[in-house]
């Protein structure tokens, strides 16, 4: 079994003590092209691995930024089926690491063993599933670390700051590639505060497990991107960037730099 | 508290008028309708209510579709001294203003939500995105038996009340039981509630779905007509879906049965078998709100029309001596504006 493109990212950026740079985008919004354009954006600035959203009706641990750009994208047409497809088409482009986040009820329909099969075949990565608690997820690890010819996915699941030490074992335990700690209690794009608390629960995280923690939900700003990387393995940013696509995609090569630049000190 | 505050136990009535007018099975109502606040939501909203203080929250939110759970969770946390935040669709705000307005009465706070189809199950997601960010000082009073795991369970137990207490009422009127429960199904809280008790007889039950303007015209509520099984808001049970596993927009003239999802219990019921599960149109539930008004002089919910509109289907097909039991959820002060407005009337004039 081939090690995923996401552990080989990590143990290189491990080798160089360096931190990963992850940004997420919705797939699709406003449409696949402009995905794909976004996609080798990011990775021209350095990029280490890009987690793409799948546009869900009801995105529960989602907040406005990433509602709208959902519906923004669900009305292009962008279902599970196109998200893999704009996959093929990223992958005859670039080999940057690629993490789809989906709700489950799109793979629940799609069915797991079919979309575990198309997405490693499309060239996915690793798949973020934050609806699907690990007691439930039995299926989905099994199926995702058999893979198929001889490729597997990642299956991250996340950590939240009220997640108490036995939780994060279980699900640092149903983990691999990395471990996804949400650095606030609440939805995507949230204020973040660095303070004594979030310090403490990340350290207790990752005394728990030595894999790779990287922390996503409420970076914003290169600032705020400098102080995680400077305590975490990799650095999550989504609203932000979902928001500056949409809003001035002039200014968003600058943001992109900004937060690579911080990260990489 | 059930009995000098709730108003329990709620009467089990004959309605002999209506009855006649149907001419075959008895047909008895479960007075939910006359627990305070006017609808079985209170029993569910105050059990949590007390759970939310015992367990040291000093806010309690909600979601409401007909705006009943909502009053009946502002009243829990007016009762007990609780902050309290109600979401609700705009789309149900506008169709149930009076409810809006008992809540912020009762000291609640109405938050919209306009994103989605604006009715029930946005306020759901809204209510869970609100419970995630504030869970250490929030308890979330998840209105009917639906979501993540305990909330099923714990909603129907609360509401398992009016079956029991039903089960010792008809065994006082007629010495022994019924053969038939009928109750509109939205998330399926009053249904459970009464159906819960009886589960292990072989009594006939009969839950209804919002029919909306008919299975075909796609505009409906009827989920285990209509849907599939999914996962949606912490559960796993029947949906209405596309073929990429997004949920589908929903119609019912009722806002407390406009919901794509169902409670997982009934998915199982329905399953094995235990439960029938049919639908009312819009249409039909309009009629049967007009004739129990006028045959029984009392003004059901437009969700509870739902169940009715069965009974008036089913009764007649019926021997006269058998009993059919119906939960009447909620009375229809709430609705008499909406209804008029179908009919027409401008109330304001």
Redesign the interface.
């Known amino acids: 079994m081939q090690k995923t493109r996401i552990s080989i990212m990590f143990e290189a950026l491990q080798a160089r003590n360096k931190k990963a740079f992850i940004p997420y985008l919705m797939a699709g919004d406003p449409d696949a092209g402009t995905t794909l354009q976004q996609v080798l954006l990011l990775e021209r600035c350095g990029a280490d691995i890009i987690e793409l959203g799948v546009p869900?009706?009801?995105?529960?641990?989602d907040?406005?930024t990433i509602?709208k750009a959902a519906?923004r994208a669900?009305k292009s047409g962008t279902?599970?089926?196109k998200v893999l497809s704009i996959v093929r088409d990223i992958r005859s482009q670039t080999d940057v690491p690629l993490i789809l986040m989906t709700y489950?009820?799109?793979?629940?329909?799609?069915g797991e063993k079919a979309f575990i099969h198309d997405a490693i075949h499309s060239g996915v990565d690793g798949i973020i599933v934050p609806?699907l608690p690990p007691e439930e997820a039995g299926e989905l690890i099994k199926l995702s670390r058999q893979g198929t010819g001889g490729r597997r996915l990642d299956t991250i699941f996340l950590i939240a700051p009220?997640s108490t030490p036995m939780r994060i074992k279980k699900i640092a335990a149903a983990s691999s590639g990395f471990v996804y700690y949400v650095s606030?209690?609440?939805?995507t794009g949230?204020a973040l505060e660095i303070d004594e608390g979030f310090r403490r629960h990340l350290d207790l995280v990752k005394h728990a497990t030595d894999k790779p923690v990287a922390v996503g939900f409420g970076i914003a700003t290169p600032d705020q991107a400098l102080k995680v990387a400077q305590i975490a393995d990799g650095v999550i940013v989504g609203s932000a960037l979902v928001k500056v696509f949409n809003e001035t995609p002039d200014q968003a090569e600058n943001l992109i730099r900004g937060l690579k630049e911080a990260i990489s000190k | 508290m059930q009995s000098t505050y709730i108003g329990r136990p709620t009467p089990l009535y004959f309605a002999k008028r209506l009855t006649e007018k149907l001419g075959g099975a008895k047909v008895y109502l479960k007075r939910e309708d006359l627990a305070h606040t006017g609808a079985h939501k209170i029993n569910n909203a105050l059990g949590q209510s007390l759970l939310a203080k015992r367990m040291g929250k000093s806010r309690l939110i909600a979601e409401t579709g007909a705006g009943q759970h909502g009053v009946a969770t502002a009243t829990g946390a007016a009762l007990v001294g609780l902050e309290c935040d109600i979401y609700m669709g705009t789309v149900d705000m506008q169709r149930q203003a009076l409810n809006v307005f008992r809540m912020k009465l009762l000291g609640a706070t109405v938050k919209e939500v306009d994103i989605g189809s604006r009715t029930l199950k946005d306020a759901i997601n809204e209510s869970l995105r609100d419970w995630t960010t504030n869970v250490r000082t929030t308890h979330y009073v998840l209105g009917t038996a639906f979501g993540p795991h305990p909330f099923p369970m714990l909603v129907r137990d609360f509401q398992s009340i009016i079956g029991k207490e039903a089960a010792a009422q008809i065994l006082k009127a007629e010495g022994r039981p019924p053969d038939c429960l009928i109750a509109c199904v939205g998330g399926g809280s009053n249904a459970i509630g009464l159906f819960n008790e009886f589960l292990d007889t072989d009594i006939r039950m009969i839950g209804v779905e919002a029919g909306g303007k008919g299975i075909e015209s796609g505009e409906h509520a009827a989920r285990f007509a209509d849907g599939s099984i999914g996962v949606l808001q912490g559960c796993k049970t029947y949906l209405l879906q596309d073929n990429d596993g997004n949920v589908l927009d929903t119609h019912s003239v009722s806002a407390g049965l406009d919901y794509a999802s169902v409670g997982p219990e009934h998915s199982h019921l329905k399953e094995s078998g235990r439960v029938e599960y049919t639908f009312a149109t819009d249409d039909e539930a309009l009629a049967a709100f007009e004739t129990l008004s006028r045959t029984e002089g009392i003004i059901p919910a437009l969700e509870s029309a739902h169940a009715l509109a069965e009974v008036i289907k089913v009764a007649p097909v019926l021997p006269r001596d058998s009993i059919i039991i119906v939960n009447l959820s909620g009375r229809g002060d709430k609705d008499v504006q909406q209804v008029a407005k179908i009919k027409g009337i401008n109330l304001c004039a």
Do not use: E, H, M
């Open positions: 869900f009706s009801d995105p529960l641990a907040g406005p509602q519906g669900l279902t599970l089926r489950y009820n799109p793979v629940f329909k799609y609806d009220t606030v209690t609440g939805i949230a």
